[in-house]
Structure formats: structure tokens, C-alpha cells
């Protein structure tokens, strides 16, 4: 019998020990990377677990909320707006976000997320209820920035940290739209109708450069030919007047009588007289000696 109650208390051990194992294997808990757990103690927040191992007390600590640390992307339903010039549009955002503090995501506000969507949709409406249309479709990356920095300052009591914020489509109603596609068609014919102008300017420009081209190249063609022209006639001049020098001079080398001086005067003389000239004034000398020619020629003839 006693054998019977030594078994019966090892077996009752036993299971103790197993159960005991069972309950600390279960509290044993590994905190991914990029994850927190926010433990509470007797239902008071306890600490913060990051990335490794770590053991809860049982029935004493819980885990009040397991919280992922990487960046967060919500993209929220579109929310109708108002613009200063009273157009009612659909503006849908797209939030990207962090968890900086889990403490403060845990019990800062009941559903973030929530609570998120209607900041944004709060801020969205403020921000273009002060601006126009035309102001609203050409300011995304200004409007993104505000409402960022809104979100930013009021999601910090959070533990949130908005990243950007992007407005993923602005919907205005359908005659709107169709206003600004004819509007958007004229836009288009009016820089056609420009850059074909200005294609037809810089067209006639070039053939007018052209033109101008071509009348400088003929002018200075035309002027190189009358310079080589008047070159020529200079050169021939030149010859001519050196030929004369030299043949004065040969004369002069070969002393000419008097009388050879004369003749050569007279048949320049002769020659004057063969022109258009209606009165020629002959030297004395040279009238004496054409007497003389004049008496030889007689005197032949009579012989």
C-alpha cells in the first residue's frame, strides 16, 4: 500500500512538473524585429518589449497590444469637399505613417486609425474651403504638405508619426470636368497655332539670312572683280610706261643727233595731226625742218 501511495504522489508530481512546464513555455514570447509589445501588470501598463526574448509573468502580465513598428499605408474613402468658389469635389488621400511610441498608440486614442481618417478628412476640407478651383488642381504638393504638418502635430500625442500624405485623386463634378477638357483642347490648339507661326518666322528668317548671304557673297564677287580689273589695267599701264622709260633710255645711250630729235618730234607731230584736232601749234624748229623735208622731196622729184 505504501508502494501504491509512492506512485501515486509521483505521478501527481509528475504532472505538476509538466503543467509547470506547459505555463512557462507558454510565457515565453519573441518579439519579432520592427514589432513592440505593450505589457500591462495587474491591468496597469507594465512595459514596452522590443525585438528578442522575453518572459511574462502568468495571470499577472498581459500583453495589452502588439504594435508593428514599419511604415503604415491607409488610404482613406474619398470625402466631399467644398472650394471657396462653392464647387463640390471628391478628394480621396492616402496617409503614410510610423509608430514612434507604442505606449502612447496604445492608449493614447481608441482607434488610431479611426481617429486618423477623420483628422484628414477634417483638415482636407478646411484647407481647400479656402481656396478656388483652378488653386485646388494646381497646389497638390502644397496642400499635401499642410495637411502633413497638421496630422504630423496632432497624431504626436499618439505616438504617430505622419510621413506624407498624398491626395490620390480630385474628382469635380462632371461639367467641371468637361469645361476644363474644351478648355484643355484650346489650350493644346492655341500652342499649336503658335509654334507653327513661329516655325513659319524662323523660316523666313533663314531665307532672308540666306538672300543676305547671297547678295554680300555677289557684291564682294563683283568687287573683286573690278579690283583684279583695275589691277590689270594698272600692271598694263606700268608695263607700258616702263617700256617707254626704257626706250627714252636707249635713246638716251644712244645720243641722238639733232636732227634725229627732230624727226622723231615730227612723226609724234604727224601723228597728232592723223586725230580729231582742228588746229595744231608746230614748234619753229620743227617747222624749219619740215621746210627742209619739204624742199629734199621737191628737189627729188625733179631730178
Not at 508530481?13 to 515565453?28: E, F, G, R, Y
Not at 496597469?44 to 499605408?73: C, F, M, N
Not at 644712244?254 to 618730234?265: C, E, G, N, R, Y
Request: aromatic fraction near 4%; proline fraction near 3%; charge should be negative.
Amino acid at each position: 500500500m505504501g508502494a501504491g501511495l509512492g506512485i501515486g504522489a509521483f505521478v501527481i508530481v509528475a504532472i505538476i512538473v509538466i503543467l509547470l512546464l506547459i505555463i512557462i513555455v507558454a510565457n515565453i514570447k519573441v518579439v519579432s524585429q520592427s514589432n513592440a509589445f505593450v505589457i500591462e501588470r495587474l491591468g496597469a501598463y507594465s512595459s514596452t518589449w522590443g525585438q528578442g526574448l522575453h518572459v511574462k509573468i502568468p495571470l499577472i502580465d498581459r500583453i495589452a497590444k502588439k504594435v508593428s513598428l514599419k511604415e503604415q499605408v491607409v488610404d482613406f474613402p474619398p470625402q466631399p469637399v467644398i472650394t471657396k468658389d462653392n464647387v463640390t469635389m471628391q478628394i480621396d488621400t492616402v496617409v503614410y505613417f510610423q509608430i514612434t511610441d507604442p505606449k502612447l498608440y496604445a492608449y493614447g486614442v481608441v482607434d488610431p486609425i479611426f481617429a486618423i481618417e477623420n483628422l484628414t478628412a477634417t483638415t482636407l476640407r478646411n484647407i481647400i474651403g479656402d481656396l478656388e478651383l483652378d488653386h485646388t488642381l494646381t497646389s497638390r504638393d502644397d496642400i499635401n504638405e499642410r495637411i502633413r504638418f497638421i496630422l504630423d502635430e496632432a497624431t504626436d500625442a499618439w505616438g504617430i508619426k505622419v510621413k506624407r500624405v498624398e491626395l490620390k485623386n480630385i474628382l469635380p463634378p462632371r461639367e467641371i470636368q468637361e469645361a476644363m477638357e474644351k478648355q484643355m483642347k484650346a489650350e493644346r490648339e492655341r500652342r499649336a497655332k503658335i509654334l507653327d507661326a513661329e516655325g513659319e518666322k524662323k523660316s523666313a528668317i533663314l531665307i532672308a539670312e540666306g538672300q543676305k548671304e547671297s547678295a554680300i557673297l555677289n557684291a564682294d564677287a563683283i568687287k573683286e572683280s573690278k579690283i583684279r580689273e583695275a589691277q590689270g589695267e594698272a600692271e598694263a599701264i606700268l608695263s607700258v610706261q616702263r617700256a617707254y622709260a626704257d626706250s627714252l633710255k636707249m635713246l638716251n645711250d644712244a645720243m641722238p643727233s639733232d636732227a634725229v630729235i627732230a624727226l622723231k618730234s615730227l612723226e609724234a607731230f604727224q601723228k597728232a595731226a592723223d586725230g580729231k584736232a582742228t588746229k595744231i601749234i608746230i614748234p619753229s624748229e620743227i617747222q624749219s625742218l619740215a621746210g627742209l623735208a619739204a624742199s629734199v622731196k621737191e628737189i627729188m622729184k625733179n631730178d
